[in-house]
């Protein structure tokens, strides 16, 4: 793809040997040149105005760091990160945005997320025999046999016989819950949303979203648009008068953005609980609502949607079952509320169907655009040919996905992921 137009305006992509080199928004108008190492991983961003950023990997290609400087070589905005031998995130250090800090975490020998210690302060979780998340800080919930989140603490919650949330209630107030016929969410929080036919949220009280062919994620929310690279990856933001380029973590989440008319570092900031709660914001906002993990997230109920679900980044939990069956791997893939088995800084999701490593998503998203979508309109055999010559190792995984995804939504709707163990 040399050039994408949408509601975003009109995005330019350059090439070199087959990788992408640069980039230029329809919505900045700003040009990013991309550099790489000797091994072909990304190496530096230059986004014009002296601003470049540059990555650093260890040994088994990890990234280390990922650093904004200027043209004098001031270091504006920094993250290092560290591992253990399981390739689990054991530090995370930030200056130059939104709660900078050093960030420290623990997990216990099934790879969840047991401590996470910030400012001083050590935030502990705890788990059940089925990955559910009991303990949050000095909150403990309850669930029921079937996984089902019974109360956090905060709120108590029902369930409709299918396993999605129904109703909440906190000091006397009930708030109510309802899903259409596959399992989508539809009213909630004096929110109403619709769906398309690839279950892509099409409007939000009545205010329409616009997508670019069938990728899922949104260009436009009628509030704010959303420029992306080949893959989908977002690039810039504007909402009104304000544009941004964007930037993000290694977990996807868009932690800060850049004011492509000045020369200074980050103009906005957003910082994350790992399980995605906003725990600290710059003075001013960062403009558009894609957040964490890099999807789009409600302004007023802060539930992440994910695709197949919403996800709620304050219980840690989706609102309704995943209708993907559990079919092999560790215990915890088996409980269909838990968010990324319990290690939210190593995994993501990107479909709300499977966890994956937060690194591979942008490697997901490429395979999903480029072969699953295009091959899953004619039939499923392609897709699993395409996936068997692009990445065999996952080709099971692949063929399993497809076909849980077809009788589940009766061919008319198909999700592929794939789950790599930590």
Sequence with gaps: MTSRQDAAGTSTYGYDRGRLKTVTDGITGARQTLGYDAAGMPKTVDYGAGRVRTFGY?????????????????????????????????????????????????????????????????????????????????????????????????HDYTYSPRGTLATRTNSGLTESFSFDAFDRLISGNEETYVYDGLDRVSSRNGVSFQYAGLENDPVSDGTASYARDPAGELLAVAEGVTKRLTLSDRHGDITATLDPASTSGPAESTAYSPFGEVIARSATAAPGNIGYQGDWTDPSTRNVNMGARWYNPGTGGFVSRDTVEYTGGDSILANRYTY?????????????????CGWCKKTFKAVNKWVIQPAYKYVVRPLVSAARSAFKPLVDLAKSAARKAKQAWNGIKQTVSSWSPP
């Design 58 to 154: 260890d040994d088994y290609g990890r990234l280390t760091s990922d650093d904004l400087k200027n043209d004098t070589g001031q270091t504006m905005a920094s993250v290092g990160y560290e591992y253990d031998l399981n390739n689990r995130m054991t530090r995370k250090a930030t200056t130059g945005t939104a709660d900078a800090g050093e960030n420290t975490y623990t997990y216990d020998h099934a790879g969840r997320l047991t401590s996470w210690q910030t400012d001083g302060k050590t935030i502990p979780y705890g788990w059940d025999d089925s990955g559910n998340r009991v303990r949050n800080g000095d909150k403990t919930a309850t669930y029921d046999a079937r996984n089902r989140l019974i109360s956090d603490g905060d």
């Design 340 to 356: 990324a088995a319990g290690t939210p800084l190593t995994f993501d999701d990107p479909t709300g169907n499977w966890p994956s």
